[in-house]
């Protein structure tokens, strides 16, 4: 995230962290350099449009730097993809508040200028200040932000992939035609939350939509992640629970009429890294000295001051005592845990099962077994220090993984994101975006004779390329 402090808090005291310098184009485009050079497919930049203001109010975030002040993702993708040639660009932007029309623009830009290397973090908002921000009292109730997001996303599959066809530029100069009319149409949404007729203002792009990514804990959550993600970010605390949060996603994709095969899922993981054990572990005590718990009480929007409790009670007995709730970090700790262990947990910045400390080859170890036993597509790097976290990973754990065979052939110049995630430039025919694809109809010459529009209806159109699937399968 394009702040000082984003997950890691207090992590940019550290003297030889540079993350205070996120408001300098130098900085990016050093970071965008190293991760290539790395062999990364992507940088991921997280967003929030709003403060952290339930525990310490304004305060708290403001002396923390906690993800505040903090840049707009977008903005930053262009100059890091002049001075790449392979590297992807995941940005995270919310469907709750700014209407899909212009949004759509603005992903297709970037991914024209990316020749293709853009992938959308999408988003539904939890911050209520984000939502006093576009002019609400509140935040939308919860399930109501995901049925939103559904329709946003429809409107942008039309736009993006429904509006122009593939072949709609021309440029001839002979006849003064530089885009075919007829190849271009208005996609006259009418919704329950949004009116569109575009047509979309930017011409086909190398990926057209760009490649969904998504992270959601709830099960109103998981249907449109279902639906819509190519790449869904999970959690959990056990292998258990991690293979069936991944089965269970699957299983809806596929009641979905998706090909469950199709979606990846990763984890964002620690992992840090020494030459030996003992460097390791001193590098995690190195950091562990400048992390914030005030930070983590902040981000997790708790309502509570753990530290203001007896260490020997239980987090139960502090949420009974106190008749509040200990925000996100609720779901991370049982109640029989005492708020001392409680506190150290936090402290150690050990954030469960995806967290790795050790030479390269443990660290290998335990992402071959998340891999294989888990059943994760891969991982999203928790950035602990800009940019020892990078450089430990080039340097020890991409080679120890590229020994074992674990890393795919480095990217090719030209390669879209989507084509390096799942091997195809275009979102496959068992996506709910693909029924807009198959949609376009070419507005009708005005004839008497003109052929009645054959074009199939949505539902006609998915149950086709249903039978097509199962008729290869
Ligand atoms: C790896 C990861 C990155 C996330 N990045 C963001 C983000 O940048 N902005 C945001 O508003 N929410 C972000 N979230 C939160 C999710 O969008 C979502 O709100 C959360 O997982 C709770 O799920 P639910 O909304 O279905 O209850 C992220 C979650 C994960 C796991």
New binding site residues.
């Given amino acids: ?1 394009a702040c000082v402090s984003h997950i890691v808090h207090g992590m940019w005291r550290e003297e030889s962290n540079n993350r205070h310098r996120f408001g300098e184009m130098g900085y990016w485009l050093d970071t965008a350099r190293r991760a290539e050079a790395a062999g990364m497919d992507a940088i ?6 709003g403060i952290y203001d339930r525990f310490g109010g304004l305060d708290a975030s403001l002396r923390l730097g906690l993800q505040i002040p903090n840049l707009d993702p977008l903005s930053l993708i262009p100059a890091m993809a002049a001075v790449t040639e392979t590297l992807g660009f995941a940005a ?1 932007f ?1 469907t709750t508040y700014e209407p899909p029309f212009a949004f759509a623009r603005r992903m297709s830009t970037l991914d024209l200028l990316t020749n293709g290397r853009v992938g959308w ?7 209520p200040n ?1 939502a006093r921000n576009f002019g609400l009292d509140g935040e939308l109730e ?1 399930d109501s ?2 049925d939103r997001a559904d329709e946003y996303l429809d409107v942008l599959y039309k736009l993006w992939e429904g509006s122009w066809q593939e072949d709609a530029v021309i440029q001839d100069r002979e006849s003064d035609r530089y885009t075919d009319p007829s190849r271009v149409r208005h996609i006259n949404h009418e919704g329950a939350h949004f009116r569109v007729e575009g047509p979309h203002l930017v011409q086909p792009t190398p990926q057209r939509t760009p490649v969904l990514f ?9 249907k ?2 279902a639906r819509h993600a190519e790449a869904i ?3 959990g605390r056990t292998q258990e629970e991690v293979r069936s949060h991944i089965a269970r996603t699957r299983a809806e994709a596929a009641a979905q009429g998706r090909d469950p095969a199709e979606l990846k899922f ?3 993981a620690g992992l840090i890294a020494g030459r030996t054990e003992e460097e390791a572990q001193a590098k995690l005590a190195r950091y562990r000295a400048y992390y914030s718990v005030e930070g983590a009480l902040v981000h997790a929007q708790s309502e509570i001051d753990l530290r203001q409790f007896d260490p020997a009670i239980t987090i139960g007995q502090a949420l009974a005592e106190s008749g509040r709730s200990l925000g ?1 970090m609720g779901r991370r700790f049982g109640t029989e845990l005492t708020v001392g262990a409680a506190l150290e947990q936090i402290a150690s910045f050990d954030e469960g099962r995806f967290f790795a400390v050790g030479t390269p080859g443990q660290i290998a170890d335990a992402l071959e077994i998340w891999l294989d036993e888990d059943g994760i597509d891969g991982i ?1 790097l928790r950035q602990y220090h800009s940019s020892e976290t990078l450089d430990d990973y080039a340097t020890l754990i991409a080679p120890e993984l590229r020994r074992r065979g674990r890393l795919p052939a480095p990217a090719q110049p030209g390669e879209t994101l989507r084509h390096r995630l799942t091997g195809r430039d275009r979102l496959p025919d068992s996506h709910p975006a693909a029924i807009q694809r198959r949609n376009f109809a070419p507005p009708q010459p005005r004839t008497e004779t003109a052929a009645p529009n054959a074009s199939p209806s949505p539902a006609n159109a998915q149950n086709a390329n249903a039978q097509k699937e199962s008729a290869l399968s």
Avoid: K
């Fill in positions: 995230m991921f930049l997280a967003d929030v449009i995270t919310s973090n999408v988003v539904t908002s939890y911050l984000a919860h932000r995901y998504q992270a959601t804990g709830s099960s109103r959550g998981l449109t992640a970010f999970i959690g990763y984890v964002m996100n999203n």
